[in-house]
């Protein structure tokens, strides 16, 4: 008799061989068919020869013989009464694990079936996708007959409900987009379970048991009973099976990668499946918009039969209850269809999105499918009609719901039909980056996100209010990142010219176009303005005011800069981002008013704190404001810590230190008497804590005494620094400004803990980048960099070691990337010779290698 030692043996060469069949892994289907085949060979051969009165069968994707390399064996013990038979449960699990087949098992009885049905929804899925492997037949098919009987009408609707209520929690976790740069294969929107899903509500409904015993997997037999149904056609079939399996494919891929099951397919791993399965030195880009086409396909398809259930099932609306909105479609409550079945021209189809935003409704299945298999047969053809134009035009001039609108013409392939420019936008991303989405979901979401604006009382929503033409507003942003897939870098240029191009072929007028090319130009400048320069210096205010032809220019700029962060993750958009930007509007457009230099601008809000009543008059409050010629502290600091700052100054404490919450950070001041490398020790005291500097400020008196102000966070938790941390903080800085913290030797000692946590934290490919730029009064150097806890310490000591002062640093956070802006002058107290950049910029980059 075989032993359970020789079958794990023989199982785990037989598993291995499959495996390294690099002919069969090129078909994921028959590579999932074969494993799910194998395993079921072998428990076969595990427990042959014992009596069964019960039944053992597949559940999951080992019943629908999808199988992935280190996926689950989920198998069901299935009884019609468990009573006296948990002996036999546990010795044939135990014999399974002996043997090497590593199961994880549930053991249902027919009284199961009711009870799951109202208290457990994902394991009654389960009740009717299993596959019989071993065991008592006659037991199977009466659990089988069961299964669905105790189900009237009624249940399976709530039930289906409850499904639909299951996936929109699977797409809030997981992402609702099927354009996540960094998807769960199986769960994010476009995944694997969006057609599982797809085929559990066609099992609910129909009362089918879709699993077969022919060597198929079940997804190919769904898709052949829903064509064979005349629900989809060949075209569709083949599209829907061959983009799964590609999903398929990626899992099984993922799994035999990292041996073990792995969902997530994180950039690293998409460039190393890439290059395995494409050829050309873009082969990781051109493999990402398969794969993301894929998913738009099943998510699309999901979506489709999803609206398919929820009609045949809800309750159905009077037909004199319908609405003729032309010729072509009618309106039955929020649904639109074709009035009578007819093939639909592109301006038939830009009509029915017209009506679709108008209307706030949505298109039922036939009418979906029917614009789907249109599209496809369009996007060879130029769309020249002036209809196609003008309700194009009209849709982008609703009252509401433009983002929604646009959104689902892409989602069927409409969008990228009719502007062949943002075609090339679609599925495309940028790898190691701190974007979330491919640049056309992004697009688009930038759209939906400033539409929100109308509810929104802050000063954004205002001004989003105010606006009348707002279809130049949402051109702008359509077209913002057109030209990425040519260029990212200068893409704001190319962009201009290609909305050049675009607007004219749409019919819009010369100063419509001028002023989309104005903000697709300047898109990224507010931004970079604001989070890496001083706002507080004249210079920079002058240069930024100049870029304006009117104040609509800057109110629309303003609009689509919001709308391009606040789309580009749901992390990036922050309270202290909103700040910045909105001053730097504020002045800007104060400015623009009042016709006045960024130096009159700064000197009256000097004045107006001098002499207003929040200080007293003739005061060592007053002095100490007038002290500092960085007006920057007065909107930093309130009055009261301001005074609180002077009381500490006039003790004549040697060091102050102040804490407090705010915006989401901590913020550390520090005050001192300035010297040589202060700066950087205190950025050495800050990261030796285990804290995250995301901004620091530096303001100076003229009597050389220092304000440094700086937002942290806890490295680990990214949270507010717990008060009870505050001492220890407190006293490493004191002892840094006295130069007797040993910060080098407590960085060394504390960096090789840093360093094993963020190789698992932070795999993006970052580029070293240093830059500088000419300034009035100061050299600017930006250093792009790999966010690392203890990286602004060690930059502001190199600079120190290469005779740098600094008077002021700004640092930009983008997910795991930094730009650090400093503000400096060589020891001579000059800006710092071209001939110098060089070596700098060799020094900081080793620096940063160093660290990495």
């Known amino acids: 008799m075989i032993t359970s030692d020789q079958i794990r043996k023989q199982f785990a060469l037989a598993k291995e061989n499959l495996l390294n069949d690099e002919e069969l892994g090129k078909d994921a289907f028959k590579l999932s068919i074969n494993y799910s085949l194998l395993v079921e060979e072998y428990i076969h051969r595990a427990l042959t020869g014992k009596k069964k009165n019960y039944v053992i069968a597949s559940t999951g994707s080992f019943s629908r013989r999808e199988l992935s390399p280190y996926s689950d064996i989920d198998i069901m013990f299935i009884f019609s009464n468990i009573d006296g038979n948990e002996e036999v449960i546990k010795e044939s699990v135990t014999h399974l694990w002996n043997c090497g087949i590593e199961v994880s098992h549930t053991v249902r009885e027919f009284s199961?079936?009711?009870r799951f049905i109202t208290e457990d929804l994902h394991s009654y899925t389960q009740f009717f996708e299993t596959r019989f492997i071993l065991g008592d037949e006659k037991t199977y098919l009466e659990w089988n007959d069961k299964v669905f009987k105790p189900l009237d009408e009624g249940k399976k609707r709530d039930l289906i409900y409850e499904f639909f209520e299951d996936n929109y929690k699977r797409?809030?976790?997981?992402?609702g987009s099927s354009k996540v740069l960094e998807p769960n294969v199986k769960f994010t929107a476009g995944g694997l379970r969006d057609l599982h899903f797809v085929e559990w509500m066609y099992s609910l409904k129909n009362n089918a048991i879709l699993t077969d015993q022919r060597e198929i997997t079940q997804t190919e037999s769904f898709l052949r009973k829903l064509k064979k149904d005349g629900i989809l056609n060949a075209v569709s079939t083949t599209r829907v099976l061959q983009s799964y399996k590609l999903i398929l494919k990626i899992r099984n891929e993922l799994h035999v990668l990292n041996k073990r099951k792995v969902d997530r397919f994180e950039f690293a791993d998409q460039e190393?499946?890439?290059k395995k399965l494409k050829k050309g030195e873009d082969a990781w880009k051109d493999f990402m918009k398969s794969y993301f086409e894929a998913t738009n396909v099943i998510h699309r398809f999901f979506k489709t039969m999803a609206k398919r259930f929820d009609e045949e099932i809800s309750n159905p609306i009077s037909e004199y209850l319908t609405v003729e909105l032309d010729d072509t479609f009618v309106q039955k409550g929020n649904i639109i269809a074709v009035?009578?079945?007819?093939?639909?021209?592109?301006?038939?189809?830009?009509?029915?999105?017209?009506?679709r935003g108008k209307y706030n409704a949505r298109f039922n299945q036939q009418l979906r499918s029917q614009i789907t298999e249109s599209v496809l047969e369009f996007e060879e053809e130029e769309f020249t009609e002036n209809t196609s134009s003008v309700f194009f035009r009209e849709i982008l001039k609703l009252p509401g719901n433009v983002g929604t609108t646009l959104y689902v013409m892409n989602q069927l392939g409409v969008l990228g039909a009719y502007l062949p420019a943002f075609k090339e936008l679609v599925g495309f991303f940028q790898?190691?980056?701190?974007?979330?989405?491919?640049?056309?979901?992004?697009?688009?979401?930038?759209?939906?996100n400033v539409e929100k604006l109308q509810e929104d009382e802050s000063n954004l929503g205002r001004i989003y209010h105010s606006l009348e033409d707002k279809d130049i507003l949402y051109l702008a942003i359509l077209l913002h990142d057109i030209a990425k897939p040519i260029s990212v870098s200068g893409h704001e240029i190319i962009g201009a010219e290609i909305a050049n191009t675009v607007m004219n072929q749409l019919g819009y007028e010369e100063s419509e176009i001028e002023m989309v090319q104005f903000l697709v130009r300047n898109h990224l400048v507010m931004e970079q303005v604001a989070f890496r320069r001083n706002i507080n210096d004249a210079a920079t205010l002058d240069n930024f005011c100049s870029i304006f032809p009117s104040l609509k220019a800057l109110d629309l700029l303003y609009l689509v800069t919001y709308a391009d962060l606040s789309a580009v993750s749901p992390v990036i958009w922050t309270n202290w981002k909103s700040d910045l930007l909105q001053q730097l509007y504020l002045k800007t457009r104060a400015m623009l008013q009042e016709k006045v230099s960024g130096e009159e601008l700064l000197y009256s809000d000097v004045i107006k704190a001098i002499e207003g009543d929040a200080f007293p008059k003739d005061s060592a409050?007053?002095?100490?404001?007038?002290?500092?010629?960085d007006?920057?502290?007065?909107?930093?600091?309130?009055h009261e810590e301001i005074n609180e700052h002077v009381k500490e100054i006039e003790s004549g404490a040697h060091v102050s230190v102040f804490f407090k919450d705010e915006s989401g950070f901590t913020n550390i001041t520090v005050i001192a008497k300035d010297s040589p490398s202060l700066l950087s020790r205190l950025c050495g005291a800050i990261a030796i804590n285990d804290l995250n500097i995301h901004d620091a400020k530096i303001f100076t008196r003229k009597d050389g005494i220092v304000i440094d102000s700086f937002n942290v966070t806890d490295y680990r938790t990214h949270k507010l620094i717990d008060e009870s941390r505050y001492s220890k903080i407190e006293n490493d800085i004191l002892l840094a400004v006295d130069k007797q913290l040993p910060i080098s030797k407590e960085f060394s000692r504390v960096q090789s803990k840093w360093w094993r946590i963020e190789s698992k934290l932070f795999k993006r490919k970052t580029k070293q980048k240093i830059e500088f730029e000419e300034h009035d009064k100061y050299t600017i150097i930006d250093v792009y960099a790999p966010d690392r806890v203890g990286l602004l310490y060690q930059i502001t000591k190199k600079m120190n070691e290469l005779g740098l002062s600094i008077f002021f640093a700004k640092i930009a956070t983008k997910s795991d990337d930094v730009v650090d802006a400093f503000y400096v002058l060589d020891r001579r107290g000059q800006k710092v010779s071209e001939n110098e950049y060089h070596l700098i910029s060799h020094e900081l980059t080793t620096t940063i290698e160093e660290m990495i």
Do not use: M, W
């Open 171 to 175: 797409h809030k976790k997981y992402g």
């Open 431 to 448: 790898p190691g980056v701190y974007h979330c989405y491919t640049a056309d979901e992004h697009t688009l979401i930038a759209i939906e």
């Open 112 to 114: 199961d079936i009711q």
């Open 339 to 355: 009035n009578e079945h007819k093939e639909l021209s592109f301006s038939d189809i830009l009509r029915a999105f017209y009506y």
């Open 621 to 629: 409050v007053k002095s100490h404001v007038e002290s500092i010629s």
């Open 272 to 274: 190393r499946i890439s």
């Open 631 to 638: 007006l920057s502290y007065l909107h930093h600091f309130s």
